[in-house]
């Protein structure tokens, strides 16, 4: 129900947009997160949007390069990266929380649908 896309390979300093689509739920009723988990690490929560869009939060490693936003009308969130590094490199996904409020340190327990992921590499 969620679909995520538009990873690629990148140089350092070069932009990338996501984007997660959803279908089969009521899209606006639900705050959405992106996470990311490189080789070998665990998952990290990198940003996370709430359910109208008005609040938005990042982790520290982020903030400042990535901009998270959603068009409810399209039923679709976006992550735009900028200035990348090569630790960026990971899989990122999509998914919503059951919730409308964005917070970064909010239970997995809330999470529901995840999309499929998309592979993220920074490299010159």
């Known amino acids: 129900q969620l679909q995520a896309w538009g990873g690629g390979v990148v140089h350092p300093g070069g932009s990338l947009r996501l984007s997660c689509a959803a279908s089969?739920?009521?899209?606006?009723?639900?705050?959405l997160g992106w996470f990311r988990q490189a080789p070998g690490k665990e998952r990290e929560r990198v940003s996370c949007i709430s359910s109208s869009g008005s609040r938005s939060y990042y982790a520290d490693s982020v903030k400042g390069r990535f901009t998270v936003s959603r068009d409810n009308a399209k039923n679709t969130a976006y992550l735009q990266m900028n200035f990348l590094k090569p630790e960026d490199t990971a899989v990122y996904y999509c998914?919503?929380?059951?919730?409308?409020?964005?917070?970064?340190?909010?239970?997995?327990?809330?999470?529901?649908?995840w999309g499929q992921g998309t592979l993220v590499t920074v490299s010159s």
């Open positions: 998914a919503n929380w059951v919730v409308r409020f964005c917070d970064l340190n909010l239970n997995d327990n809330y999470l529901e649908h």
């Open positions: 089969g739920l009521t899209f606006d009723n639900y705050a």
